[in-house]
């Protein structure tokens, strides 16, 4: 089955500086399509940034990432974090024609320090 | 347009005991997902619904667990005899069939089991 992998549980950055999310995956579909989901706390999960073009850059609320299927790679990156990006970020993807049936890592918990 | 509801907000069992959610997705999503979101894990997915058909309840204990759709709008997941492991919040999601890929996610339902 499907796997999304996103190697670090907790990432800590001071505000102001560029910070860079992991997520790699396995799949033996060959059209997906892959999101950023962030949480807030005790919010529901909503999406950041949704891509299903090999490498193209996306873009959303100064975050971005880009699809690398050569890697399996879709991190996401800020050039600045700021304090209100402090939240749970997860990778997921989905089979496209599947009910968009997603599949999500166990998340990244982003924490910016003034 | 109003988001995805889920009641209640929070429940507290002992072992053994029944509960049960509900969620009334987005006005016209025909596709409605429930997931198990275990403390500090991402999102997991336990049965999905297109209008009242399940499509996929394979990952649904099914011997406690059960859910319903009966006119493709409003949905109730069910726990027979909740266990300590069953603690989770469980997210209610919606969409619009899959030719949007983007999943809308309701507060959740905060359970836990003593």
């Known amino acids: 089955g499907d796997s999304v992998t996103q190697t670090e549980g907790l990432v800590t950055v001071t505000e102001g500086l560029p910070v860079k999310l992991n997520c790699t995956y396995q799949t033996t579909y060959l059209t997906i399509a892959f999101f950023w989901y962030v949480q807030y706390l005790n919010e529901a999960p909503q999406v950041l940034l949704r891509?299903?073009?090999?490498?193209k850059r996306t873009e959303h609320q100064g975050f971005h990432a880009t699809l690398h299927k050569s890697s399996s790679s879709f991190h996401l990156q800020k050039s600045s974090a700021q304090l209100s990006d402090s939240a749970l970020y997860y990778c997921?993807?989905?089979?496209?024609?599947?009910?968009?049936?997603?599949?999500f890592g166990a998340g990244t918990r982003l924490a910016v320090c003034p | 347009e109003a988001g995805v509801t889920q009641s209640p907000r929070y429940a507290v069992l002992q072992e053994g005991q029944a509960v049960s959610f509900w969620c009334d997705p987005i006005s016209g999503h025909d596709t409605l997902y429930w997931y198990q979101q275990p403390r500090d894990q991402g999102p997991q997915l336990l049965v999905y619904f297109r209008d009242e058909a399940v499509i996929d309840n394979s990952q649904l204990p099914s011997d406690r667990f059960s859910a319903v759709r009966p006119k493709g709008t409003n949905s109730t997941l069910k726990i027979q005899s909740a266990k300590q492991g069953d603690t989770a919040t469980y997210l209610c999601a919606s969409s619009r069939g899959h030719s949007s890929y983007e999943q809308y996610f309701g507060p959740g339902t905060r359970l836990t089991v003593l």
């Open positions: 891509s299903s073009t090999d490498n």
């Open positions: 997921a993807l989905s089979q496209s024609g599947s009910f968009n049936k997603l599949t």
